[in-house]
């Protein structure tokens, strides 16, 4: 997992030991998951660590505490600081970093309002989230006996903490029947995405993707990926995904910063294309990890040199 590798967390405004790094057991966060978070990738480049698409990360963490009411009483400028401060203090080269704001203890009553909002940074090394091997050789998913969550229940499009429970149900039973990965379909029996992951379909040389109104998280990687195909000349679709269309597909694959791109070889026993990472799948995956090595000038504004930014403060 890696936490042992991590020395500093970022706390309500200060670095301190990952030790101390502690809250009280009446935290409104942690009785109803009444908070929002962030998970951002820092990669290993030229330029030293470097985060992938911290700003798009940073927008969608205010915008999930917007739709909770969580007031964040820290700036975008001073968490991106943060983050980078805390990942040098670390000395990571490559790292996972996960943003937290939520609701402190002073009242658990439902009405968070009397909550003081505490947030904490976190980083620690962490290996791709369904594995190197299923990176590379492709992951086995199941459908969830577990529908998603509609957006008129909890807002699809924003991270809060608690929503995570549905995943957690999807993933539970996935890994309990012995698959990789759940997908969670919409309420209306169509795809939306996996416990953690955005998904895309390829068939005849073209992507197709679901979005803001199938019950999705709006992905980073999947935004970025979106582009690397489009530059790759590969034309991509923005539409509701049927299963159909999925178990007949030539090529599958997840997105997501902690799984990154991941290609999907099997569902419910159905094997995909060939069952192997199919030829476009590889080659965006391929440019994907080049992007967020910084070896793409024209990706190279989506990445943020941690070290570049401590020294402009000096
Ligand atoms: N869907 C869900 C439910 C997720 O938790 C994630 C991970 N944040 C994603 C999709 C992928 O989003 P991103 O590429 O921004 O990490």
Not at 91 to 113: D, K, Q
Not at 122 to 148: C, E, F, H, I, N
Request: aromatic share 10%; with cysteine.
């Amino acid at each position: 997992m890696g936490f042992d590798q991590s020395q500093w967390v970022w706390m309500n405004g200060e670095l301190i030991p990952w030790q101390e790094a502690n809250v009280h057991i009446s935290v409104h966060g942690l009785h109803y998951g009444s908070g929002v978070f962030e998970g951002v990738r820092c990669y290993q480049t030229d330029d030293g660590p470097a985060l992938f698409r911290l700003e798009a990360h940073l927008a969608r963490l205010y915008a999930s505490a917007e739709v909770y009411g969580i007031e964040i009483p820290f700036t975008r400028d001073e968490l991106a600081h943060a983050t980078c401060e805390l990942i040098v203090r670390n000395e990571f080269t490559s790292c996972y970093v996960r943003h937290i704001a939520f609701y402190g203890s002073e009242s658990l009553g439902l009405y968070p309002g009397p909550c003081p909002v505490e947030v904490a940074i976190l980083a620690w090394p962490w290996a791709p989230y369904l594995g190197v091997d299923g990176q590379q050789s492709g992951v086995r998913v199941t459908v969830s006996p577990w529908t998603k969550f509609h957006s008129r229940m909890l807002p699809t499009t924003a991270k809060g903490c608690g929503q995570y429970l549905n995943s957690i149900l999807a993933v539970r039973d996935a890994v309990a029947r012995g698959y990789d990965e759940a997908l969670l379909l919409d309420a209306s029996g169509h795809i939306a995405e996996g416990s953690g992951e955005n998904l895309f379909i390829v068939r005849d040389g073209q992507l197709f993707t679901n979005g803001e109104d199938d019950s999705i998280l709006l992905g980073i990687t999947r935004a970025s990926v979106i582009d690397i195909a489009q530059d790759l000349g590969y034309p991509v679709h923005v539409d509701t995904l049927h299963l159909d269309e999925l178990m007949s597909a030539d090529e599958v694959f997840f997105t997501g910063t902690a799984t990154e791109v991941a290609p999907i070889c099997e569902v419910d026993g159905t094997q995909i294309g060939s069952g192997k990472p199919g030829r476009i799948t590889t080659e965006i995956q391929k440019v994907f990890f080049e992007a967020v090595a910084g070896r793409v000038p024209r990706y190279r504004h989506w990445l943020t040199p941690a070290a570049a930014v401590m020294e402009a403060l000096v």
